[in-house]
């Protein structure tokens, strides 16, 4: 039987098919593999390599990541290695309530009080519970404030620094939801409203990293990831606290003040510079990180519309996929960032928040099937 041009051309489209589909489901399982062999390098990494002995903050968003790379791989020695951290976090917490021995500047220990929480969480551990409010008990009783309440960035000195919002904030947010506590969600609020009147720049809708009361320190550089601790604090906040809370429109507002002003300034290669608005300073991975997570939440939740912001975040969190060795370093980081210190070297081997930031990112992603 003759078949007409039409039945042929019917049969030609479904051999196609059925041979070109299996070579494109087999493309897209090869990525997806390819990239949680990446996570997976990361994570191993950050496990064996990183010390966990010392510091806080840097220690903090690793243990946040290894427990973000947990709950996709739902490999449990994750979980344990990071449990053990937690609790010597919280065996060793000062009388004064700062977690890991102590540490000079205010809020960085508390970047440890995400992951106490998240234990308390799942294991209803009354020590998990306690030890986080011991934490919260001398953020809002111990340290110098501004009129408004902001808190500082140092003891010895009055100071507003942008990092202290991403140490600070979610942490209390999260510490008032499990304890039904709107005092303290509303302090954790108030906490981004204060820092971004001292630090916001009028000229581009960003902010700079310090702001001190006698004007001596102040540091009026558009750092790029002072920006992204600002950015991911608010979608964390977004993402903790009940759409009914009457600052929950005002903190979407400033997303939508704040995200177009960086996803113009991303570098043709996905990254953007440690300045934001100074393409002369080197391009750097960790505000990547950051922006990519901010950007990629805020369109998937409808905070901010899409106008190309979606490619943007993709972009970025490709550029951050390359940045991933063979061993699992998280490469291009730049070290710690104290006043005017912008020349602090990017560097090639691993950097405590650079691997945190990366679980995290990748963990987003990831769900949201970018």
């Known amino acids: 039987m003759k078949l007409s041009s039409g039945w042929k051309k019917f049969w030609t489209s479904i051999i196609l098919f059925l041979v070109i589909f299996p070579l494109i489901i087999g493309t897209i399982s090869y990525f997806q593999i390819r990239q949680e062999d990446t996570l997976i390098r990361v994570a191993d990494y950050t496990m064996k390599e990183m010390d966990f002995s010392f510091g806080t903050w840097g220690k903090g968003i690793m243990m946040a990541g290894l427990i973000d790379a947990y709950n996709i791989t739902k490999d449990q020695k994750y979980l344990a290695f990071v449990k053990y951290w937690i609790d010597q976090s919280i065996f060793t917490q000062t009388k004064d309530g700062v977690f890991s021995h102590g540490e000079t500047t205010v809020g960085d220990s508390s970047a440890i009080g995400i992951s106490v929480l998240y234990f308390y969480k799942i294991t209803n551990d009354i020590f998990y519970l306690d030890g986080a409010k011991r934490n919260m008990e001398y953020l809002l009783n111990k340290p ?22 991403y140490m600070v ?19 954790a609020i108030e906490q981004v409203f204060i820092h971004e009147k001292y630090l916001r720049d009028e000229n581009t809708h960003l902010y700079s990293h310090i702001w001190t009361w006698n004007g001596v320190n102040d540091d009026p550089n558009l750092w790029s990831r002072g920006i992204g601790w600002m950015t991911s604090t608010i979608v964390d906040l977004l993402d903790i606290i009940p759409k009914s809370h009457p600052n929950y429109t005002d903190l979407v507002k400033l997303l939508q003040n704040i995200i177009p002003a960086i996803s113009s300034r991303q570098d043709p290669s996905g990254l953007w510079h440690t300045i934001i608005n100074d393409t002369s300073t080197p391009l750097e991975t960790s505000c990547t990180e950051l922006f990519a997570y901010s950007i990629a939440l805020a369109v998937n939740k409808s905070w901010i519309e899409d106008n190309g912001n979606k490619s943007v975040a993709i972009k970025a969190f490709n550029a951050v996929l390359n940045k991933v060795n063979d061993v699992g370093i998280v490469r291009g980081v730049s070290g710690g960032t104290g006043y005017n210190s912008y020349n602090a070297p990017i560097y ?23």
């Not at 904030?169 to 302090?187: H, R, V, Y």
């Open 144 to 165: 110098p404030k501004t009129a408004e309440g902001g808190i500082s960035h140092r003891m010895s000195n009055l100071e507003l620094w942008i990092d202290t919002l």
């Open 169 to 187: 904030s979610p942490f209390l947010a999260e510490l008032g939801i499990i304890t039904s506590n709107n005092s303290l969600i509303d302090k």
């Open 348 to 370: 090639t081997r691993a950097i405590s928040w650079g691997q945190g930031l990366f679980m995290k990112t990748y963990k987003l992603f990831k769900i949201l099937g970018w």
